[in-house]
């Protein structure tokens, strides 16, 4: 798309058609109710209003989402305001069927680390080398941590099984 020949409001409308479900994704990975999510979607899209005309392109714009949204998650859990623990149980988590809410439940008990690298390779189908870009890590940090979060996942629930 080129940013030239369409308004800063039609940008960021377009980039909310094609990300809010990806955002929204990587917010319930990280918080624990969905108002929390609101917020960080409403900030995530906010940045995006003020830098998207620094964005190459497409992919590199899906990129830069990302790591905005797993930096605004990881702000609002590290804030003052957030000292309420929530439990598992009492989260508000989309899921399609039973299977996929064990998969995401597991995946909520990693630390942040190993979820971002999990989600990134297996739901948004990155390879290794650009999920290190993406967070700024090597290579081989992100074959561990992809690696441990695998050994993880088996240990807290073994019917699990990964693609890869």
């Given amino acids: 798309m080129n940013s030239q020949s369409f308004s800063a409001e039609d940008m960021v409308a377009a980039a909310i058609d094609q990300y809010a ?7 319930f990975l990280h918080l624990s109710n969905r108002s929390d999510v609101e917020d960080v979607f409403q900030e995530v899209f906010l940045q995006y209003y003020l830098n998207f005309s620094k964005l190459q392109n497409e992919q590199h714009e899906k990129a830069w989402l990302c790591r905005v949204t797993f ?4 702000d609002l859990n590290k804030s003052f305001w957030r000292k309420k623990v929530v439990s598992l149980d009492e989260m508000e988590i989309p899921f399609e069927n ?9 995946l909520l008990q990693l630390p942040s680390k190993y979820k971002d690298v999990v989600y990134l390779h297996y739901y ?12 700024s890590q090597n290579t081989n940090t992100i074959y561990s941590r992809l690696r441990r979060a695998k050994e993880k996942l088996k240990v807290n629930e073994g019917v699990i099984e990964w693609n890869g």
Avoid at 21 to 27: F, K, L, P, Q
Wanted: contains cysteine.
């Fill in 21 to 27: 479900d990806m955002v929204r994704r990587i917010c």
């Fill in 71 to 74: 930096n605004k998650c990881k």
């Fill in 98 to 106: 039973e299977e996929q809410s064990e998969i995401i439940i597991a």
């Fill in 124 to 135: 948004e189908g990155r390879s290794i080398p650009e999920i290190a870009k993406i967070m």
